[in-house]
T-cell receptor
Framework: ETGVTQTPRHLVMGMTNKKSLKCEQH?????MYWYKQSAKKPLELMFV???????ENNSVPSRFSPECPNSSHLFLHLHTLQPEDSALYLC???????????????FGPGTRLLVL | SQQGEEDPQALSIQEGENATMNCSYK?????LQWYRQNSGRGLVHLIL?????REKHSGRLRVTLDTSKKSSSLLITASRAADTASYFC???????????FGTGTRLKVLA
């Protein structure tokens, strides 16, 4: 148990559906991250929020829309996804990075997404 | 790109043996971390080593860092079946919020 929870754990959706992934952290962190993990590919950073502001957006298609209403919660809104978007979506949190570099990220268990 | 690359991609050993995994990266870093992932689950942080450190220990884990060669190694001593997992290195990208992950080493420890 890392202190980061994600719901749902599994999700099957059609290409015309709209769904949302939720992440919550109980660690008092102020930075939160969305990653995509596909088979045989490195973990891909999608979005970063620090102090509730989006600070990184790695050329992610607009069919993925993040939302960070407060420092403990992060959402990923999904609409009109493609089958190639099927993957494990991981949320992580950390303290705000300081001058010495990035801080340790704590990951949730992930949401396994299948797009039909 | 500053992608960490782990070597080997897969490793199978007997329980009680030591397992060594290597990671190489391309640009300067402030720190490097190793993570573990059980099948289909989230990543668990194992150890962080800063660029001014050469070696760190945590229980049965030993991590080394050679910034001149841009490489790191993770040694798991006296391995157990429960160590079966994928292991990833991640390097920070100074000045950004990014951590760059490699594709991982899949370790299988046979009982």
């Amino acid at each position: 148990e890392t202190g980061v929870t994600q719901t749902p754990r599994h999700l099957v959706m059609g290409m015309t559906n709209k769904k949302s992934l939720k992440c919550e952290q109980h660690l008092g962190h102020n930075a939160m991250y969305w990653y995509k993990q596909s088979a045989k590919k490195p973990l891909e950073l999608m979005f970063v929020y620090s102090l509730e502001e989006r600070v990184e957006n790695n050329s992610v298609p607009s069919r993925f829309s993040p939302e960070c209403p407060n420092s403990s919660h992060l959402f990923l809104h999904l609409h009109t996804l493609q089958p190639e978007d099927s993957a494990l979506y991981l949320c992580a949190s950390s303290q705000e990075p300081r001058g010495g570099g990035q801080e340790t990220q704590y990951f949730g268990p992930g949401t396994r997404l299948l797009v039909l | 790109s500053q992608q960490g690359e782990e070597d080997p991609q897969a490793l199978s050993i007997q329980e009680g043996e030591n397992a060594t995994m290597n990671c190489s990266y391309k640009t300067s870093i402030n720190n490097l971390q190793w993570y573990r992932q059980n099948s289909g689950r989230g990543l668990v942080h194992l150890i962080l080593i800063r660029s001014n450190e050469r070696e760190k220990h945590s229980g049965r884990l030993r991590v080394t860092l050679d910034t001149s060669k841009k490489s790191s190694s993770l040694l798991i001593t006296a391995s157990r079946a429960a160590d079966t997992a994928s292991y990833f290195c991640a390097t920070d990208a100074p000045g950004t919020y990014k951590y760059i992950f490699g594709t991982g080493t899949r370790l299988k420890v046979l009982a």
